[in-house]
């Protein structure tokens, strides 16, 4: 293990690297369907198709080699898996913006979902050098920088598209990765000692190893269940908002949609990670997921722009809750010598709720309407509320008590 001396520092570089590779991969996604139009898909419907198919993409070779890097970082460090991340998708990125067409545009996002994982490993990093009394805190901390990095990401992205056009940005976004990577490389310290394995492994035995832990499943579904109710409702905010706010600056009042949650989301991160770090992640996670679901019904009735406003910041609010203490109880129970690994799995359910959340969203509101997607992501996220009520606390008082009875 690292020195605890080390763990802050680390920390702060850390979240400097994550806001920097968080605001490159978030500058392309704003003018993808219009850097398509550049290279000759025309056809509206044809744009609409690549690209969905585009943005899925990283998300499907992401799904699949999560496990994989995970799996490397046990064996080899998660320093390893972040300068690999770092630097290939430096390359892959700038050679977007050398692509000719679709196909290659398609091939180069599927790359980059290959060897993606720069901000997991980086959590995986963090979980193992941070004390545990502050490991909410610390994982706090890492989900400001990356949402901090989501938010700049887009409106830069946009200002230097009109300016340079839209292949300089690839480039930029390529250099920005880069350095991060090289930061990384000479500033983050990392103590690393594997852990023998007595046999080979599948990932298939690592899985079942894994979740025969209690409650790792049931927090892998929480991950997936978060990642469906929340993704699903975002490719069409921007048609909500033009319903409640007819007229132009469509795009824009679209994107301070998007930016007030992830402000609220910045700012709550940090302080229900220390508070969790005294009360319980647990605890944080289970109420934090009930006041999610519970601004989300509204969201369903608004009557204007404004109120839609406040709720996604609050929305944001309770977001903060979430991811970090997920990952702090997964860091708690992974097993010894497996953690990377049962953070690669924890990726998967992310990426494919990420996968699945947008087309189930597009189904039901091409069946149902915009509004009731709101009331569909409350129902999942009140699941959510009964998982970690039924399933994750139970276990974690039953093994608390078992320890306080060995230590009697």
Known sequence: MIAQTNWKRNLYILMGSQFLVMSAMTMIIPFLPLYLQELGVTDPDAVSVWSGLIFAANFVTAFIFAPIW???????GRKSMILRSGFG???????TGFATGPWTLLLLRLMNGMISGFIPAAIGLMSMSTPKKQMGYSLGMLQAGAVAGSISGPLFGGVMADIMGFRMIFYITGASI????????????????????????????DFRTITAIKPIMA?????????????????LLSIFVQELRPGGNVAFFAGLAMSVMGFANMGASPIL??????KGHQYVLLFSLLFVALVSFPQAFVTSYWQLLVLRFLLGLGLGGLLPMINSLLRNHAPVGMESRTYGFSNSFMYLGSMIGPALGGLISGVFGIRSLFLFSGVLLMLNVWIVYSKVIPRLEARRQSAVGVSK
């Open 178 to 205: 880069l350095v991060a990577a090289f930061v990384v490389l000479f500033f983050v310290k990392e103590q690393f000692e594997p852990v023998e394995q007595k046999e080979k492994t599948s990932t298939i035995d």
């Open 273 to 278: 990670g220390r508070f969790s770090d005294r």
């Open 219 to 235: 927090l892998y579904m929480v991950f997936f269940i978060v990642q469906a109710a929340l993704i699903g409702i975002n490719p």
């Open 70 to 76: 995970g799996r490397l970082a046990d064996k080899y």
């Open 89 to 95: 998708m430096a390359v892959v990125l700038t050679l």
